[in-house]
């Protein structure tokens, strides 16, 4: 079997997967169009930055091609097919971490994999496939917690991802986070690590060391963790605390070899690469985090969120058995469940349990069918009513029950 393994870099996972593929006899291949600015160690197979996409984005020309230019279109658009099937030719299966990104273009892209007959596996990363809207109305929360990009973000952006995902997938990994307009069922995305890249050490010292290390203040509840630490030095508790902001990921990894605590995240939840990076290397962590999560996804975490971040994080500067055990479990929660090789063998499981029609699912999403609302003064294009008209249709088998409802949210 030959593996595509592509085109986002999100921190390190394509070169994680692909080390536990290949210990599976698979040969896996990397391809990126750019490398992620905080991950410079990352090294790839193929590097898909000097394609030409321009050929798809070109607008028809105002009064329409000339004879020229519609033949040259049409030599171009031969070349872009014979080229595209070339490569599609070369692999048995595709995993594209996101929907948004292809090597040429999406629906370009996966319609030709499905038309040879290949499989095509996507993992969506969060604000691929998040709005506002979905998470608001599925898990409520103080609005002005997130910062603008999310607050006036098109619907049709990450609805268009989704969906996109949604027509063309085999097999979908997400987390409901960023699930809540989902029609089909997905299984949970669960980040592979490689533990050789982490020291672990405890070290369970009297006088703790806290880390904070967010990429985007504005969707990590930076804020509001600053005024929390800020109030617990002024009553005396007696704590280090190092705020590391858009550092990259080696001098992360650095500092959470001389750390105890880790608070990451209030906003979203977790946890994500950043905690499972923080347990690795022997930290207790503090981060907001879904309780009614399947047992597939049950990590040893302080749940935090806007309103007890002050109370807990006090509880865990205080509590040094707690950060102890914390720690301990937290790195044999990442042996059991992150490993590279845990998380390919899961993926290749899925694909042979999906060949035999027997691949059980870990989310079966209703928010959406039952109680999504589009925001106020909020319209979906009519190729979007259409999408999830057609999908949910197909995939759910009591599509009639809800069709009225749907139309009334002027869903379909």
Sequence with gaps: ???????????????????????????????????????????????LSGINKKLFKEDLPLGGYSSKQFVKKGVNLTSRFFQSLKFVSEFDVFLFV??????????????????????????????????????VQ??????????????????????????????YADIIYSVPDQSSMAIRNYNHFQIPLNLNNYSFKINDREIPVVVHAPSRRGIKGTEQILAAIERLKNEGINFEFRLLENVNNDLIRENLKDTDI??????????????????????????????????????PVLNINDLNIYERLKELLLNRELRKRL?????????????????????????????????????????????????????????????????????WKDFDLYELSLRKRKLI
Excluded at 5 to 21: A, K, M, Q, R, Y
Excluded at 265 to 288: D, I, N, R, W, Y
């Design 1 to 47: 079997m030959k593996m595509f393994l592509g085109t986002g870099d999100v921190g390190s996972i394509l070169n994680e997967w692909s080390l536990g593929f290949r210990e599976l006899g698979v040969k896996a291949v990397t391809a990126v169009h750019s490398k992620n600015p905080f991950f410079p160690q990352n090294v790839y197979d193929i590097d």
């Design 98 to 135: 996101t929907p948004a990104l292809s090597v040429f273009t999406p629906e370009w892209d996966f319609e030709l994999i499905k038309r040879l007959n290949k499989q095509l596996i996507i993992v969506c990363v969060g604000s691929d496939i998040r709005h506002i809207s979905g998470f």
């Design 138 to 167: 599925e898990f409520p929360c103080d609005e002005s917690l997130f910062d603008d990009r999310f607050k006036f973000d098109d619907i049709s952006r990450p609805l268009t991802n989704l969906r996109r995902a949604e027509k």
């Design 262 to 299: 880790l608070v990451d995240q209030l906003v979203l939840h977790g946890p994500a690469t950043l905690s499972f990076e923080a347990m690795c290397s022997g930290c207790a962590v503090a981060v907001k985090y879904l309780e009614s999560s399947p047992a597939c996804f049950r990590p």
């Design 327 to 395: 720690a301990i479990e937290g790195r044999k929660y990442v042996e059991n469940n992150n490993h590279y090789t845990v998380v390919s063998r899961r993926i290749f499981d899925d694909l042979k349990n999906l060949e035999k029609q027997n691949l059980h699912y870990d989310y079966k999403p209703t928010f959406f069918k039952k109680k999504y609302h589009l925001p106020d003064n909020v319209e979906l294009n009519s190729k979007l009513k259409s999408l999830n008209y057609k999908l949910a249709k197909k995939y």
